[in-house]
């Protein structure tokens, strides 16, 4: 019979709870940030914390019905959605909204759609399918090894034609890192690094704003009101706020003199109001997500669940990757590119998919303790 004194709990509370945390945490961020651009352009200085509300609440209608999705729906469905992400990258293509010099946005009325972000997650199912299957070709065949590559060098060249360098970043450096944890020789990376970095060079060279964005990010205090104004108004954000900040809404740099401040460049924000320990401790909570996702990785692989283990580790490393670029970027250390802040940057693409792909993470962990749960109950039989 069953032990009735047994009790576990069926989700990880600590990812769901720090999850919130950093949303909440955004919110606030987002209106403090966004309050003087928000009022001088459309007389409303709630607007962007209204919009980031209604995606909150969005997500919050949403969370059970993707909760209640099995981990196998995912893995069956995986090449229809990669083929849908596709096809909204061509279609951004034609008939995209362009901002800033970028095409990657698709606005039907008041909704705006970046298919970028629904990439990076179809990318990953199919990736962590095709690895879960294909995992012995891979590690023992060189042409194994190359051809999942070759199936993401094709929508790589739609997000370059966009252009967004670092969407293709994210992707190019999680697959490798994926095939590390399969177990792939490392002989075989150099080759593909080495390749790799010859076309990011004839990238850069042949587009002048690209090359001029490398020149100048190496020392931006040359040109401070012209190329290198965003990244010299960053670092004055972060030095002002030193090690306990200036205050909670007590920002100089977002009354407009920092671009984007409340999308790619919330952090220097962060780091004027809340100093270096406010920033300290909102990484601390995205690398504490970035880590449980591996873990939970993890666990998949002991369980044999190769999948689930594939994809949460995707996550994980696509979270981490993502914030170690937008943070380089704010403080002058890579060349700016326009990626969020995950959770916590304005932006409902971005948002949305983030907050689906810890969800699916919940659902991972989940079906894992419900697994052991059911083992733990047939061993007190």
């Known amino acids: 019979m069953y032990n009735t004194n047994f009790k576990t ?4 509370s600590q990812l769901l ?20 651009i928000a009022y001088h352009i459309y007389g409303d200085m709630f607007l962007f914390t209204k919009k980031q509300i209604l995606h909150l609440i969005i997500l919050f209608f949403i969370f059970k019905k993707i909760l209640n999705i099995p981990i196998c729906f995912w893995k069956k469905h995986n090449t229809i959605i990669l083929l849908f992400s596709i096809s909204m990258l061509l279609l951004v293509l034609v008939i995209g909204h362009s901002a800033n010099g970028s095409l990657r946005w698709i606005k039907i009325s008041y909704i705006t759609i970046q298919p970028s972000e629904l990439f990076k997650l179809a990318i990953f199912l199919y990736l962590s399918s095709y690895l879960s299957r294909k995992n012995s070709e891979i590690i023992n065949s060189l042409w194994g090894f ?33 095939l590390f944890i399969l177990g792939v020789k490392t002989w075989k990376f150099v080759p ?9 060079i004839i990238l850069i060279v042949q587009t002048p704003y690209r090359y001029e964005r490398i020149m100048s990010f190496w020392n931006p ?26 205050g909670l809404g007590h920002s100089i740099q977002k009354l407009e003199y920092l671009p984007e401040s409340h999308t790619d460049f919330i952090f220097s924000i962060i780091g004027e ?9 909102i990484l601390c909570m995205i690398f504490f997500i970035s880590f449980r996702a591996i873990k939970i990785g993890k666990k998949s692989f002991q369980n044999k669940i190769f999948f689930s283990g594939y994809l949460a580790c995707s996550i994980g490393l696509w979270i981490y990757f993502q914030t170690l670029i937008n943070i380089g970027t704010t403080i002058g250390v890579l060349p700016t590119k ?12 971005s948002l949305t998919i983030t907050f689906i792909s810890i969800i699916i993470l919940l659902r991972i962990d989940f079906e894992l303790r419900l697994k052991n749960v059911h083992a733990l109950k047939k061993n007190d039989i």
């Open 146 to 178: 190359i051809k999942p590559l070759i199936v993401i060098s094709f929508p790589l060249i739609l997000l370059l034609a966009e252009p967004d360098l670092g969407t293709v970043i994210i992707v190019f450096l999680t697959t490798l890192s994926l």
């Open 273 to 281: 109001e809340l100093g270096y320990i406010g920033c300290c401790i």
């Open 17 to 36: 709870w720090c999850t919130i945390c950093l949303l909440a945490i955004g919110l606030v961020m987002i209106t403090s940030s966004s309050i003087p």
């Open 221 to 246: 205090w040359n040109d401070p009101f012209g190329k290198n104004y965003q990244l010299t108004q960053s670092l004055m954000a972060l030095g002002r706020g030193n090690i306990l900040g200036s």
């Open 9 to 12: 709990k069926l989700y990880d």
């Open 338 to 349: 326009g990626l969020t802040l995950p959770l916590i940057s304005y932006g409902g693409s």
């Open 192 to 200: 593909t690094i080495f390749i790799s970095v010859v076309i990011v």
